[in-house]
Nanobody, 113 residues
Framework: VQLQASGGGLMQAGGSLRLSCVAS????????MHWYRQAPGKQRELVAT???????EYADSVKGRFTISRDNAENSVYLQMNSLQPEDTAVYYC????????WGQGTQVTVSS
């Protein structure tokens, strides 16, 4: 099983980035998919969730700015991040959850003011 996250980078405040996570080795369509992030010195926090039904949930800090989506044909989950702020700086991880759980390796997002 592998979750490969990509799309991070350095962005100025107000900019946008799109993260991608491609899964292999799992029946992707049945998994609940999450994006988490962890900033230096802070605990990992849940950013967004998309269920196998397509229902979504967001942390209050990103509502209205971030959008999670999935493409089951591509075994992929995405996180569109708009209006980025310095406090969004973190390593972002994708997470697959069903009876078992799997984590991706993380992708760094740095937002400068």
């Amino acid at each position: 099983v592998q979750l490969q996250a990509s799309g991070g980078g350095l962005m100025q405040a107000g900019g946008s980035l799109r993260l991608s996570c491609v899964a292999s080795g799992i029946m992707f369509s049945i998994y609940r998919m999450h994006w988490y992030r962890q900033a230096p010195g802070k605990q990992r926090e849940l950013v967004a969730t998309i269920r196998n039904t397509g229902d979504t949930e967001y942390a209050d800090s990103v509502k209205g700015r971030f959008t999670i989506s999935r493409d089951n044909a591509e075994n992929s989950v995405y996180l569109q991040m708009n209006s980025l702020q310095p406090e969004d700086t973190a390593v972002y991880y994708c997470h697959a959850e069903e009876r078992q759980e799997y984590w991706g390796q993380g992708t760094q997002v740095t937002v400068s003011s």
